[in-house]
Structure formats: structure tokens, C-alpha cells
């Protein structure tokens, strides 16, 4: 990927904020909810140190072979996972072929083409994807963001609920628990980081 530096911080610090939310929701949570969190824990992780500057860290070429074994495995678990019925594993089967995607694009080679982006992402500042399928993603994603944005908006009337007059969202957070707000965020943020990491490949 490639773009500036700041841009590739910035991702960094979104993808880990959301990777350690979603590990603290683990802590309250249990069965499928505490799978789903961790499965999104090594996606915000995974996508964070994907986005890493390549002036801080340009990882061999092994490495992305090893992403894509990990998501790999993090995609058949998605895959059985909606094979049971579980509706947001196939989020979370797409979201670990994606980053599959992204590190066989990466691990491509790419000729003398790198130094002209030395202010990039990651080991592979001039990797190209198939336009097809990097706009199938980026369709995906994009409709999930406004799907997910729209659901933030409160309603009329309901405000108070979603406040939580009762101590509702400040109680799960004293207990470690996360509200359904707070977790669809975090979702929303790691959807948000993997358009802009689509956008640059």
C-alpha cells in the first residue's frame, strides 16, 4: 500500500484502539460473543501492524505468507461459523479474506517500483490488486459503513435509552461489559481502516 506516513500512524493507532476494545470486551463476554470479540481483536491487531509505515518497519517477504496462513484459518473459522447460522461471521469471513487478499498482493513482487514510494505502507508501497475484487471489498465495506453509521443515529424518543438514564452504557463499562453502541463503533472503525487500506492497494 502506499500513501503518506501520517496516514499509515493513524490507521495504526485506529486498528490497535480497536484491537485492545474489543480484547476488554472478551473480559465480559462469553460462548459466541467472547469468540467474535477475540476473532475482531486479531483483525484490528492484524490490520494495525499491516498499516505500519514502511520507514518504521518494512517485514520480510515470509511475513505475508504467515498473514495469510493466520486469516486464513481466521476464514474457515468464519466460514463454519455461518455455517451454523451465526449472521456476522460472514462479516468476519469477509473482513479475514480481505486481509488474505491484501497479503497475497503484498507479497507479490514489485520490482524496482518500491523506491518510488518510499513514504508507503508496509513492504509493498507500489502493490496492485485485481480492480475486480478490490472493488467488490471496497462495495462491501462502503455499504457496510453507512449500513453501520445509519444504525448510530438514535431515534426519537429512544435517546434516552441509548444514553442509558438507568446507567445503562455507564454500567456495562464500570463492569467491564460493552454496550451494543460502543461495540458497533469499534466495528465501524475497523470497517473505516480497511476501505482506506483498500483504497491504497
Known sequence: MH???????????????????????MRG????ARAAAGSEAVMGFGMAAMALPAAV???????W??????????????????????????????GSLAMVYMAVVMAAPQGGAHGAHGG?????????GIPVLTGALLAY?????LRSGARLVPVTGQT????GVGGGTAGGAATG???????LVCRLSMALAMLAMLLTL
Do not use: D, K
Not at 463476554?29 to 459466541?32: C, I, L, P, R
Not at 505468507?65 to 455461518?82: E, K, N, R, S, T
Open 177 to 183: 461489559r460493552a454496550g451494543p453502541e460502543l461495540t
Open 141 to 145: 465495506y462502503g455499504v457496510y459503513v
Open 3 to 25: 500513501g503518506p506516513a501520517l496516514s499509515g500512524w493513524l490507521l495504526v493507532v485506529l486498528c490497535a484502539a480497536s484491537g485492545t476494545f474489543c480484547l476488554w470486551r
Open 29 to 32: 463476554s462469553a460462548g459466541e
Open 160 to 163: 434516552a435509552a441509548v444514553t
Open 65 to 94: 505468507v504467515v498473514y495469510a496462513a493466520v486469516f486464513g484459518a481466521a476464514a474457515l473459522h468464519g466460514l463454519m461459523g455461518a455455517v451454523r447460522g451465526g449472521r456476522h461471521h460472514l462479516h468476519h469471513l469477509v
Open 120 to 128: 508507503g505502507h508496509g513492504a509493498a508501497a507500489a502493490a496492485s
Open 57 to 63: 518497519l518494512s517485514p520480510p517477504e515470509w511475513t
